[in-house]
């Protein structure tokens, strides 16, 4: 069997200009983000002359309306744009995911007014975005938040600590879910919150086992004034403004994942093809076809699953479901192809002389975020068979 280079990925685009898109991504991948990304990960650069230039390039906003910035794009196009980037350096890709997240709530529930002000440089101005819901003690049992807005006059003062904020300390703007009323999750509100604001600071960043590129950080509200024209839909909204985010958030998690994973293959199939033993090359032997089938399968399922929850989204349809299970699947999947690299791998595999250890340590992570994997069953769960009994 010859030496063999992994292939693009073959992608089903619904117009010519979602392709042109992808190789617009593709080129930009080339020339300015996996040339570096080992490098900078390991030295913790987090690349924000990279986002810059996604922003100028309009792939900051590809969801959104091109009325105030966005792209116009479907979440099928979206998604698979997040997955071309995140095959090449996941901090970049998670980080798209994130900040389209945080302009959620100001895209889907602002007024007019708000979205005219904000949406325009959010969306194509060069900022970069946070989503702040987790705390120290309320993770997966969000609707228990316990930073706290209060009204005073025409602002909110918030205080409190967010924690696991990815782009925490550098971003420009952050959605900060916070608690106005009584507890539970009708007493919380969606606000927009300029990352200069007084009394808003950051923590060091986490030391992480993997994405050592992509700060995540606690921040600190003391007291911090916001006019109450920054807050983003109605009082009391902002837990069911989060969870619809969530459920978009979810998707691109699932999308990154599986960037992930078909990275890790890739380096797999050419490290196999161009390795030999015995005479002749690794990929010749039984064993390790075998497994570079199984991983292969198990991406064209994970990028099916969120394609088709995707398509559900753009048509308007319930997709939370769907979105749970693209979450589940496709992370589980990238760690599995990833730790099935290392192996093919062998001993090179655990080395930082190639990328499959990072990737490894790279796709724990995203069984984590946006809800643990345990989470998401629940979710499915719930949805089958109604809520849990009290």
Not at 139 to 163: E, F, M, N, P, Y
Not at 263 to 276: K, Q, V
Not at 334 to 340: E, K, L, P, Q
Request: with cysteine.
């Amino acid at each position: 069997m010859p030496d063999r280079a992994p292939q693009p990925v073959d992608r089903q685009l619904p117009t010519e200009e979602a392709r042109d898109l992808i190789t617009l991504v593709r080129d930009i991948v080339q020339r300015e983000i996996a040339p570096r990304a080992a490098e900078e990960e390991d030295a913790g650069h987090f690349p924000r002359e990279v986002f810059s230039l996604l922003s100028d390039s309009g792939l900051l906003g590809l969801p959104y309306d091109s009325e105030f910035g966005g792209g116009d794009q479907p979440y099928e196009v979206y998604l698979q744009v997040l997955e071309e980037l995140a095959a090449a350096r996941l901090t970049v890709g998670l980080g798209v995911s994130v900040h389209s997240l945080a302009c959620h709530a100001l895209a889907g529930y602002g007024t007019k007014e708000q979205q005219a002000e904000h949406l325009p440089t959010m969306l194509g101005g060069g900022l970069l975005g946070a989503y702040c819901l987790s705390e120290p003690a309320s993770g997966s049992d969000a609707a228990s938040l316990r930073t706290k807005a209060v009204r005073d006059g025409d602002d909110w003062v918030i205080t409190g600590t967010k924690a696991w904020i990815t782009h925490g300390g550098v971003a420009d703007f952050y959605t900060v879910l916070a608690r106005t009323g009584v507890d539970g999750p009708r007493g919380i509100t969606a606000f927009l919150v300029p990352g200069d604001a007084q009394g808003l600071n950051a923590a060091a960043p986490e030391k992480k086992m993997g994405m050592k590129g992509s700060p995540t950080a606690q921040l600190h509200f003391d007291g911090v004034r916001i006019a109450d024209s920054r807050r983003l839909g109605e009082e009391g909204q902002g837990f069911a403004i989060a969870l619809s985010a969530l459920d978009s958030g979810r998707l691109g998690i699932a999308a990154c994942a599986i960037g992930v994973a078909q990275a890790s293959l890739d380096a797999a199939l050419e490290y196999a093809t161009g390795r030999r033993q015995f005479g002749r090359p690794i990929a010749d032997f039984q064993g390790l076809r075998f497994m570079l089938a199984d991983m292969a399968t198990r991406i064209e399922a994970g990028r099916a699953l969120y394609l088709a929850a995707a398509r559900l989204r753009d048509a308007g349809k319930p997709f939370s479901q769907q979105a749970a299970m693209a979450k589940l699947f496709c992370t589980d999947t990238a760690m599995s192809v990833a730790i099935d690299a290392v192996q093919v791998l062998g001993g090179y595999g655990y080395t930082q002389d190639f990328p499959v250890e990072r990737f490894m340590r790279e796709a724990k992570v995203l069984q984590i975020v946006e809800g643990t994997n345990q989470i998401q069953r629940m979710v499915i769960a719930r949805h089958l068979a109604g809520p849990e009994t009290r």
